[in-house]
DNA sequence: GATTATATGTAGGTAATCTACCTATGTCAA
DNA sequence: TTGACATAGGTAGATTACCTACATATAATC
């Protein structure tokens, strides 16, 4: 059916901006944190959010450097943007218009008697 | 950009769906008041629409009839099975716990000083 | 007679996400 | 000590949803 993902599809990126707007993060903690903060409804794949990930910075949209963890790993961090920061305005706004319009579809017929 | 058209990604199912519930429609018809019901937010491009009413009539989610129109023209109507109602209602579900959980990421930091 | 609205449709393209794989290190249990 | 699992980053190719752009045809309007 493969209906479960699509509903996802456009606001990766913006849940993406959102967790980075509140600390600079790795890509790992990325995916974990979003899972996290979505009482587990999002799993993002690392074939989705690399990639992203790659583009966002390609774009302007964040940074990235590489940071040593307590173990001697490297974990590459990603630091949003000005410009990161107004795309991420601008997700939200869509988003919030989005749903809006979304219910107004789905409450009709329980509020109006006579559409 | 093209990031506009990919919001709405996953849900015109829904939408559709949604709209006849209410009553039996034709293609053209579910344009318009998808368009007047989400106050212009939506404007589904019939090369969206069409084929994805001829892949919901091929899982048996909607069947179709012909009627004459005042004009002679003649107009194919859609209305919902009973599988199509329960697509519906999966899809609903679905929506109401995406939103719940992208609501929870957008609002961190907001509502949570010690997140 | 020309344009616009109504009405249905297809072909081909783009973008977002996924599956499925790869590499590598650290940790823990058998 | 080896095997599994968690951590960490990555790519290639497929799938899917939606779009653009086109085609067809009738009715209404200018």
Redesign the pocket.
Known sequence: M??E??I??????MLVLKLLETKNM????II?ELSNKSEDVFH?????L?????GLENDGMVNSYDEN?D???V??YYQLTGKGKGLLEKKQLEWTQYTKAVNLVLEEGESYAFA
């Open positions: 493969a209906s993902k699509n996802i599809s456009g606001n990766t990126t790795y890509g790992y903690q974990e993002l794949k690392t074939g989705t690399y990639p992203l990930l790659h963890a173990n001697q790993r974990r590459k």
